[in-house]
């Protein structure tokens, strides 16, 4: 069904496509819109599901522990300093192997307060072990939530996933999507099932010590599931491809106008779309420029990145954080995945800057002739 | 059709956000592809608010915000004293304001600006000042981007849920667009 709506409100719908279950929720802006839709849809009985008014975000997430162990699909959604005060149970989630799903509404950190967006919350968690996929539309929001289950869940996986959306610059947009109908999401996703649960008649230890004899071996499982993830991704997108008729570059990587480009730029979220709207103006006056859409952060797709970025010139990075005392997050990882090519690494859009077509002109032209003129766009 | 971008000045509480997510779904029922989004600062009644519409016939990719409007609605005029609403116009663009004074009066004259008494019509039609939704008749009625009937469906969905809200706020608006047909 084709609908105009908010970008919130996709995300809502995709959980609700998923036959989420449980949504521990603690809500704060800019991702508040995703919980009072969701309270609708319970509220009006579209929604068979558990809303838990939790009293804090530390406790949604542990709520998820619990409710993913009763064998129960579970989805929360966050931003900003609200995430971070789940940052304790995070890396326990993922280490318990735990398939949640999260969506961010990625805002800057304080202090000093700020609302609006950039990504300083989830990229700080890139370390604990979830999944994270960046999206660009509301189109994609709905897409990626449901793909989320279906990878988070794969035996090949079973760890955690966030989906991450611009606040504001994307949660609060009214645009073109189309929903997909519950009956193809049902056979695309089928219902959650837990190996091992929590069973009153049979109980156990779940989440236990892991001696020095063992933890070694259980982070080396986390990091193969986690490379697992690629094909996992990949195949995600490609099933969907085939069931929705829509798909997001490999899955990994969206590439735009990158056959014969010389120059590109690498970013996430809805830089990329201001990028494809000057990539595209470029184009039209004669340069070979592009965009690579880095739509999944972790795993980390080496072998797509390299493939998209071999016969470049040159390449520019555009992160929308910066790691305080070194430089931006993105921008360190490309440089060291691609050591043959000229990479620039900008700091873009830090706690709601716009990023301009302008700003995309400008660093197309550093590019071009070479030299980057400046670091920080502001 | 060439990307077409619409920029509504309001004060908040004033509906501003609404108009251009009313106009957005309208433009969707044209067949159109669109976005709507809001300029959030700090969210207080009465402060000034800006929110956009941006309409095509294909997929939408820019996120950056409205600087070069081809069309700007000025809700409330008071709020011209503080703020240049004609920032970036588009050359040729129109504005579209809901005023009882004439475009020479408001100092925007020299833009191609019409003005319309939306808040008496508002008054007479739905018996409150409430002109966001009315705007929008006169934004259809002079820019033909967005067609009345469309306008009228994305009304019913939007108030639903609200009662007679829906059908005083489509008499408004038709009221305002015949209103703009006999001036244009």
Known sequence: MKLVIEASEAVAL?????????????PITPSTHIPE??????????????????????????????????????FTATSSNGFELMYEILPILSGMRLPAVMAIANRAVAAPINIWNDHSDSMSARDQGWIQLYVESSQECVDTIIQCYKIAE?????????????????????????????????????????????????????????FPDSFMELKK???????????????????????????????????FEMADAEYAILALGTICGTAKAKARDLRSRGKKVGVIKLRCFRP????????????????????????????????????STLPKIKVFGYIAGLGGRDVTLDHIEGVFKDLEKGKQSREWLL | ???????????????????????????????????????FGVERTGAPIESYTRIDDGPIDVRQHVYNPDYVIILDPSLMADLDMTKGLEKGGLVIVNSNKTPKELGLGKFNTKCIDITKVALDVIGKPFVNIAALGAFASLSGEVSLKALDKAIDERFAAKGKIAALNKEACKVVFNKCEEVK
């Open chain 1, 14 to 26: 995709g959980a609700k496509l998923s036959r989420v279950k449980v949504c521990p929720m603690y």
């Open chain 1, 37 to 74: 839709r969701i309270s609708d849809y319970i509220f009006d009985g579209e929604m068979d599901a558990e809303m838990i008014h939790v009293e804090s975000e530390h406790s949604a997430a542990s709520a998820m522990i619990g409710s993913i162990l009763t064998g129960s699909r579970s």
């Open chain 1, 154 to 210: 794969d035996k090949k996986v079973l760890l955690p996933a966030m989906m991450c959306l611009d606040g504001f610059t994307l949660t609060h947009v009214f645009e073109n999507v189309d929903l997909p109908a519950q009956k193809k999401v049902d056979s695309f996703l089928p219902s959650f099932k837990i190996e091992d649960k929590l069973d009153v008649k049979n109980p156990k230890t779940f989440g236990p010590i892991g």
């Open chain 1, 221 to 255: 499982q986390q990091q193969d599931s986690m490379l697992n993830a690629l094909e996992v991704i990949e195949k995600a997108n490609k099933d969907y491809a085939k069931e929705f008729g829509r798909s997001y570059g490999d899955g990994l990587v969206e590439l």
């Open chain 1, 300 to 335: 980390f797709p080496v072998e797509s990145l390299r493939k998209a970025a071999k016969s470049l010139k040159g390449l520019a990075v555009l992160d929308r954080h910066i790691s305080l005392g070194a430089e931006g997050p993105v921008f360190t990882e490309i440089n």
């Open chain 2, 1 to 39: 059709m060439v990307l077409k971008e619409v920029r509504f000045h309001g004060r908040g509480g004033q509906g501003a956000v609404t108009s251009s997510q009313v106009l957005a779904v309208a433009a969707f029922h044209d067949g159109k592809f669109t976005q709507a989004f809001p300029n």
